[in-house]
Every structure is written in structure tokens, then in C-alpha cells.
């Protein structure tokens, strides 16, 4: 009662639309795709990709859009409940973790308002895929790859979309297109380490001339100064014989571990663009917004990792592109978004639909139309849990950290190590490759930000925030 009077009262220029100004809604998620990964950021000589390009030119590219919590099942569950993960509970990649099966889930929101709904692709969520009560998408497939699906599981994505789009609609719909890759780029790197490992979505061939490969990360190595407890969590992560064998690879190994995660990118850009011209084909393309995001980033060998988890740019700043032909401004906004706490704001605004007041995020959908805001925020708050370590002297490390970015500056603090906190300025630094906590010339900004938490904390809830600033001076020596 309380979300549908708060909707009374506040009023909207989207609410009450009629199921005829409904617009359709796709929502596109790649896996594991940093923000820049496109042609239309980094340029084509290295990568192409045609149709976010595409996308981008013909919508809104957000370029400082964050992961609510740089790891899949975490990242998920925050996008498609529109809440922070410490509200979901999920903060690692186990489907018994967390308390969120009470929360309303996207799906339930568009069938509630008169939408068909569709999820195809990648899941890795806690519900149970087969029981729309639970997540409201009437048509549910987890495409994968055996011997009943020997093709690539994002082609079966495809398949399955371009199928639903050329369905007779009698309502609007959403539609959601979850792709696994690039994240094959897992298995790539435990290739490049010698192991034997299948590349679910499709083979890439074989690596170019080292003359034709893309450059190494000149952030490649260790941030200067980084926190302690990174630094254990690096040795953590890079055992031998773990999910990230990389400790040993030379610049070589991570220019091609690049190229590969290009290609892989070039596969579910091509895969996209199936969807796309089914849209089209159908006429369909000025009555439905697009919106497209990954769930996190990848590394790629930035400061020595691969993979995600930590608040590195490469792992927690994803592309996010809102495309409504002829309806959004194209360009470029700064504006700080945060992925799992504004996509479902926007989409809700976009159908009509109100947004109940427990939600945290941003409606996205001015900025996207070129309306003007009066006011945004400061700040965006990231959330990890580093528990994917394997075990070093015996026992295996754990971390929990909170990220604050405002405008200028990246604030990390962390639950472990005699150095906790880290603060970058973003501006001059963009590569992240000094930690300034120490330095005195920003204590002021580092109370600051440190202020930005324990506000966030105290309003969100989010004990942790707390209890992080609190052991903040605490020593502990790390083995």
C-alpha cells in the first residue's frame, strides 16, 4: 500500500499510459564485458564491434556506470531486484546464499502492469527458473551446451529472441537476453596456463603475430601503495592449479589473453546483432527501448589480475547503452550509475510503471531522453566479497570491502590488513597506479569519503559500512 500511494501522490509523465503507448523493453546483459570493450570507446584496431557502436549512436552511452557488486550471482541479484547486495544477501557466487527470495524480481513488476515476459540465456539467480510465480517471466530458457544443444549457448539466445520478437504480440513485452560471453575468457586464461578447457560459446582460432596483438594494460602492475590485503588476495586468487593460474604469465601471455577477450566480445556482438535486425525486420524498432549492460567487468591483466571481484576499473566500471530510436539523444553522460540499483528504476519508468519507494536507484530514463535533471548524485557505492581465493599457508583468505566513487576520487576499504583503505584520483590517475590514503596532502578528501560511507551505511542499512570504518586503524599482520 505504501509503494501504490506513494505513486498517487508523486505523480509521473509515465504512469497511466495506455497498453497501446506501452513501449516493448529489451534488456541485453553481456558477461563479464568492461565498459570500454567496444569499438566505439577504444577504437577498431583491436576490436569491432558494429552493433554496440550502433546502439550507442542511436541512444544514451552511459560512461561511468558501476557494478553494484563486481561478480556475477552478486551483480544479478542486485540488477533484477533493484536492490543493493547486502539487501539481497548475495554476495558470492552461491545459489544457498543470502535471504532474498522475498524480494519482487523484474519479471513480476512488467507481468503485474499487463507485459508478456520472456527471460532467455544466462540465470544465475536463486529463484526457481520453473516457477514464473517466483520471477513473473512466463517463458523461461537456460540454454547450455550438450548433447540435446550442441550449439554455442548465446546462439540458442538468439534463436530463442529472434523467435519471440516474430510471435504475434497482443500486449507489450519485455524481453531479456542474458548472453554468457565474454566470459569464456575464464577458460581462455586457464588455456594460456596450459590446461584443457572447452570455450562453451565457440572456438576463436588461433592468436595473430605478437607484431598484430593488442598491447599489455600499462597498468599492469601492483598499484603503488595498494592495501595489504589486496596484495594477500592476489597471492590468494593466483594459486597454481586454481580458477586464476596467471601469476605466471609475461607481457606476451596478456596481450593474447586480450586478443582472445576481443574476440570473444566480436561473437556476442554478432550475436546481438541477430536480435537487432529481427526487431527491425519485424517493425518493432520505434516502439521498443533497448537497454545493454554486462554484469561486470574483466581485468585482463590490469594490476597483475584477471577476472572480476575487486573495484579496479576494468572489473567494476561496465558499458550501459538505453537506445529508443528516434526517442533518445545520442551522446555521451558522465552522470555516476549504479547498474543494480538504476536499471530497474528506468525500465519500470519507461512501461509506466511506478517505482516503489523501498527502491534505492535512479530512474535513468530523463537523461536518456535528454530531459533535463535538476539533481543527481555525488557518489555511486560498490560492495564485493573476495571469496574465491584458493588456499595459501594452509588456509584460505577472505575479504570484504565497500567502494565509494565520487566525481573525482575512487575510496576502497577492506576488512583485512594493517593498510585497509585505498583513494585514487580518477582524474589524474585513471589507471589507478598510486593509492593516495597515506599521503597528507589528502587527508581532507579521504575524511570525506570515508563521511560518504558512513552515511550511506547508516541510510541503506548496510552494517558492514560501519563496522569496516570502525576497524579501519585496527593492525593485523598478514602472512
Known amino acids: 500500500m505504501r509503494s501504490f500511494l506513494a505513486c498517487a501522490v508523486l505523480g509521473s509523465l509515465s504512469v497511466n499510459l495506455s497498453a497501446a503507448e506501452k513501449p516493448n523493453i529489451i534488456f541485453i546483459m553481456t558477461d563479464q564485458q568492461f565498459a570500454d570493450a567496444m569499438s566505439c570507446r577504444m577504437g577498431n584496431r583491436y576490436i569491432n564491434t558494429p552493433v554496440m557502436d550502433r546502439l550507442a549512436s542511436q541512444g544514451r552511452l552511459f560512461s561511468r556506470a558501476y557494478s553494484p557488486n563486481p561478480l556475477s550471482m552478486p551483480a544479478r541479484s542486485s540488477i533484477f531486484t533493484g536492490r543493493y547486495t547486502h539487501t539481497t544477501g548475495v554476495q558470492a557466487n552461491d545459489a544457498g546464499s543470502g535471504g532474498w527470495k522475498g524480494l519482487t524480481v523484474m519479471g513480476t513488476y512488467f507481468r503485474n502492469a499487463g507485459y508478456e515476459t520472456a527471460y532467455f540465456g544466462k540465470w544465475h539467480l536463486q529463484y526457481d527458473k520453473s516457477n514464473p510465480g517466483s520471477h513473473g517471466f512466463s ?22 529472441a529472434v523467435r519471440f520478437i516474430h510471435q504475434k504480440h497482443d500486449k507489450p513485452f519485455l524481453l531479456v537476453a542474458s548472453y554468457l560471453n565474454p566470459h569464456n575468457i575464464c577458460e581462455y586464461a586457464r588455456r594460456l596456463s596450459g590446461r584443457s578447457q572447452i570455450l562453451t560459446c565457440g572456438e576463436i582460432g588461433d592468436p595473430p603475430s605478437s607484431g598484430q596483438l593488442p598491447p599489455p594494460p600499462f597498468n599492469l602492475g601492483p598499484q603503488l601503495n595498494e592495501p595489504d590485503g589486496m596484495t594477500l588476495m592476489r597471492r590468494g586468487y593466483q594459486v597454481e592449479g586454481g580458477l586464476f593460474p596467471v601469476s605466471r604469465f609475461d607481457n606476451n601471455t596478456w596481450s593474447v589473453q586480450r586478443w582472445g577477450y576481443y574476440r570473444m566480445i566480436e561473437m556476442v556482438d554478432a ?12 517493425g518493432l524498432e520505434e516502439n521498443t527501448v533497448i537497454v545493454f549492460t ?37 551522446g555521451t553522460s558522465v552522470n555516476l550509475v549504479n547498474t543494480g540499483t538504476d536499471i530497474l528504476p528506468t525500465m519500470l519508468e519507461f512501461a509506466g510503471i511506478c517505482k516503489p519507494v523501498e527502491l534505492p536507484g535512479l530512474s535513468l530514463m530523463k537523461l536518456s531522453m535528454g530531459m533535463k535533471v535538476n539533481k543527481w548524485r555525488t557518489h555511486v557505492i560498490s560492495e564485493n566479497q573476495l571469496s574465491q581465493a584458493g588456499e595459501i599457508d594452509g588456509s584460505v583468505p577472505f575479504m570484504e570491502g565497500r567502494m565509494v566513487r565520487s566525481e573525482r576520487f575512487k575510496y576502497c576499504i577492506y576488512s583485512q590488513g594493517s593498510s585497509r583503505e585505498s583513494l585514487t584520483d580518477m582524474e589524474n590517475d585513471p589507471g589507478e597506479t598510486r593509492n593516495l590514503a597515506d599521503d597528507p596532502a589528502y587527508k581532507s578528501t579521504l575524511v570525506e569519503h570515508r563521511e560518504l560511507l558512513r552515511k550511506f551505511g547508516v541510510e541503506n542499512r548496510d552494517t558492514l559500512a560501519e563496522k569496516l570504518l570502525s576497524i579501519r586503524r585496527n593492525k593485523q599482520i598478514l602472512n
Open 139 to 160: 517463458e523461461l530458457r537456460e540454454p547450455t551446451r550438450g548433447k540435446s544443444e550442441p550449439s554455442s549457448p548465446d546462439t540458442r539466445v538468439s534463436e530463442l
Open 271 to 282: 550475436e546481438i546483432g541477430k536480435v537487432m535486425k529481427a526487431l527491425q525486420s519485424a
Open 294 to 330: 554486462s554484469d561486470h567487468g574483466e581485468c585482463a591483466g590490469a594490476h597483475g589480475w584477471n577476472q572480476k571481484t575487486v573495484f579496479y576499473e576494468e572489473s567494476v566500471r561496465v558499458p550501459l547503452i538505453i537506445s529508443w530510436k528516434g526517442k533518445t539523444v545520442p
